[in-house]
């Protein structure tokens, strides 16, 4: 990446998931005329990477389009992401954006920028990355994107529509990106996609086997992976689970623990196989996360104390749960039997009560020392993740941004554990 002082200054605003996150990283390794600014007062051209995963998603970016009017220099907005297949043309329709490309024109970004006519470029649904990234910008961990799109078509996604079906990057691109990363000093990689476990579709291969090479990377010493469906954890995938480069977290998505609430969803994943899948985990050391939506259309009072019955009996121990939020274009936004959304705030509150819990007595209950990379420092503590991706506060008089700990001694907090190293 290029830095120096006449070059016009650009500055990305990513919003979304972690796929987003490495996607600007593709775009700024693929900048070679223009200067990355992380101050958007400073910046010539504004590059927006959209999210469009609910309507409060695309409200969220026009909302940040409008502010860039208040910036005493206002940049040239240009707008990529999810967002260019939901709302991209209206926006470029009412002149609040520049220009306008998709994710399959983002490696074109530098000869894009160097046009200074208004372009709309969606492009196409069908596209991988050559693009190999060999650093990111004030991170500890790197993300590796494995593939693109997904073939499941839940009622309540959009996603499938913005970026295609899944398709996977080639096993050789990937370990060539992880091997540069690797020399780089990078020793936690985060493997991301649209559905990561669908990786090796059509490809005689699969996510186990992509693992099991990464592994054999010089320096590699951590791997986790983002959200992945139970039916994807297959047998091939638990002989690997207890391989030392394993994270001892996995992200599964649940989405749901109501059987008639999973098929109003149209999910593939049954409660009672789910319930056997993370007890099998967590007998195998594992700290399980998942997602959940609350309120979605037809959950009644009946199914969703039916549901936190059977979450009780999940071991889980992190969430990623979020109130539903209407999708326009989705099977789900013209469902009848809307919750209202007091309710959902309610049942919501609940389930997060219940997992903070669950969090608390497993990290009380842990006898395995921590493994722990930091990743950043705030307010003059070192903060990380440990293995089973929780954070934990560190005092130090060296600084230990960057490196990886051992920690035995150490006080469990409801909210969080906290040390001091020596």
Request: glycine residues 6%.
């Amino acid at each position: 990446m290029n830095f120096s002082t006449n070059k016009p200054k650009v500055y990305f605003k990513t919003f979304g998931c972690r796929t987003n996150v490495f996607d600007t990283q593709v775009m700024m390794s693929n900048l070679t005329d223009f200067e990355v600014t992380t101050d958007d007062k400073n910046a010539d051209i504004v590059i927006i990477n959209s999210c469009t995963v609910t309507n409060s998603a695309d409200s969220t970016a026009r909302g940040y389009i409008n502010s860039l009017n208040k910036l005493p220099k206002k940049p040239r907005v240009i707008f990529t992401g999810c967002g260019v297949w939901t709302k991209g043309e209206t926006l470029f329709n009412e002149n609040k954006i520049d220009a306008l490309f998709g994710h399959s024109e983002k490696e074109k970004i530098n000869d894009l920028l160097k046009s200074e006519d208004r372009f709309f470029q969606a492009g196409d649904l069908e596209h991988i990355d050559e693009t190999i990234v060999e650093e990111f910008i004030g991170k500890s961990r790197a993300f590796i994107k494995i593939q693109e799109g997904c073939d499941f078509r839940c009622s309540y996604c959009i996603i499938p529509y913005v970026r295609g079906d899944a398709r996977s990057y080639s096993e050789d691109k990937i370990l060539e990106q992880v091997q540069k990363l690797a020399s780089n000093g990078f020793g936690e990689f985060i493997l991301t996609g649209t559905n990561v476990g669908s990786y090796g579709k059509k490809q005689h291969t699969s996510l186990a086997k992509l693992l099991k090479k990464m592994s054999l990377i010089k320096g590699v010493r951590r791997i986790r992976m983002g959200s992945i469906e139970p039916i994807q954890i297959d047998d091939e995938f638990k002989e690997i689970i207890n391989e030392p480069f394993m994270a001892k977290h996995l992200h599964i998505a649940l989405q749901h623990t109501s059987k008639e609430m999973l098929k109003i969803m149209n999910r593939r994943n049954k409660v009672l196989s789910d319930l056997e899948l993370f007890e099998f985990l967590r007998d195998n050391g594992y700290a399980l996360g998942t997602d959940f939506i609350v309120g979605h259309p037809g959950e009644t009072n009946q199914l969703w104390a039916e549901a936190m019955e059977n979450l009780r009996k999940f071991p889980l121990t992190h969430i990623h749960a979020f109130t539903y939020s209407k999708r326009d274009g989705t099977p789900s936004a013209i469902m009848k039997d809307i919750v209202k959304g007091d309710i959902a705030k309610e049942r919501y509150n609940e389930l997060v009560s219940i997992i903070e819990e669950k969090n608390y007595q497993f990290r009380k209950n842990n006898t395995k020392n921590l493994e722990i990379l930091i990743e950043q420092e705030k307010n003059g503590k070192y903060i990380g993740l440990d293995q089973f991706f929780n954070q934990i506060e560190v005092e130090s008089e060296v600084d230990l941004v960057g490196d990886w700990i051992f920690l035995d001694d150490y006080k469990v907090r409801q909210d969080k554990n906290v040390a001091k190293f020596k």
